[in-house]
């Protein structure tokens, strides 16, 4: 008794002609004479092979919305008080890096977007770690760059201290000194390297930027450091107050992701590269009032 099949691998079709004798014939040319037994033992090949071309299609078919954006709606998460995520207008417009390119980023995705806020920067990397956010901006430190994926460099910050009204703070290496406080974000990278750098001083960390703000005015701190575009925000609130000249360190702004979602790196880099160049990033930093901007080494 002959019958005939035909199995279609990765779009091709394959004549195969089962014979009486167990005999397979004409697959791609080639002649195989197996017994039954040998027919059982290459049967669990074939099979593996057609199921990982079949993942392998179902990988390469997954488009950047459904990599990027799972749930259907864009989660960016920002804290507020910070150009680079978001801060408010006293009427009432939100702007910020995140909160921008996160929009853009849902326009590019054709997918909504929901703006998702947290009391600190290292609550929305923990939110991003987790899969409940899908992007936020912010610095591509290596301590967050283990929990988190990032894209390449956006722009560049320099970091700096901002010392209270009265203050006779001249530069940074005034602060390493035991009386001196200095304040920083809770959770944050500079809490961590600011007590390698400051040795002598206290390093106090604040919940949040309006709590900072606060302990500046009642002068339980000496100086606030981070990087300068969240200094100039801050001190344009507290009248008298400086944002030193010199810096400490450099802060390289990425968008961060959740780990995972590689398969997306193309898309992100051609939109990171379509961004930069139309000046989109600019635009947005200025609208933020984003000051502190590396320009050059020294």
């Known amino acids: 008794m002959n019958a005939h099949a035909a199995v279609k691998l990765a779009g091709t079709q394959h004549p195969l002609s089962l014979q009486g004798s167990g005999r397979i014939s004409n697959l791609d040319g080639v002649r195989i004479h197996p017994g039954t037994k040998t027919l059982r033992l290459l049967l669990p090949y074939l099979f593996a092979f ?12 997954q ?10 709606t864009l989660r960016v998460g920002v804290y507020n008080g910070s ?9 009432g417009e939100v702007h910020g890096l995140a909160v921008e390119l ?58 700096g201290v901002l010392t ?3 203050s006779n703070v001249s530069s940074f290496l005034d602060l390493d000194a035991p009386a001196r406080r200095v304040g920083v974000t809770q959770g ?9 750098l400051l040795s002598k001083a206290s390093i106090v960390p604040a919940p949040s ?13 000496d100086a606030y450091a981070t990087n300068k575009s969240i200094l100039f925000e801050l001190s344009d609130a507290l009248p008298g107050s400086r944002v030193l000249a010199d810096r400490w360190g450099l802060e390289h702004l990425a968008m961060a992701y959740p780990k995972g979602r590689e398969a997306a790196g193309s898309f992100l880099a051609s939109f990171i590269a379509r961004i930069k160049e139309t000046n989109f990033i600019a635009g947005a930093a ?5 000051r502190g901007q590396a320009r050059t080494e020294r």
């Open 50 to 61: 057609v199921a990982s071309v079949i993942t392998n299609g179902r990988a390469l078919s």
């Open 63 to 72: 488009d950047p919305q459904a990599v990027l954006a799972p749930t259907g």
């Open 83 to 91: 150009p680079t995520s978001q801060v408010r207008s006293r009427s």
């Open 102 to 159: 996160g929009q853009e980023l849902g326009r590019s995705l054709k997918v909504p977007v929901e703006i998702i806020e947290y009391p600190r920067v290292a609550e929305v990397v923990d939110a991003i770690a987790a899969g409940r956010v899908d992007m936020t901006v912010t610095n591509a430190s290596p301590a967050r760059a283990e929990k988190v994926a990032f894209t390449e460099s956006l722009l560049t910050l320099e970091l």
């Open 164 to 166: 209270p009204s009265g």
């Open 188 to 196: 944050s990278t500079s809490e961590k390297t600011l007590r390698g």
């Open 209 to 221: 930027m309006d709590r900072a703000a606060e302990m500046l005015k009642e002068g339980s701190l």
């Open 286 to 290: 200025e609208r933020a009032g984003l």
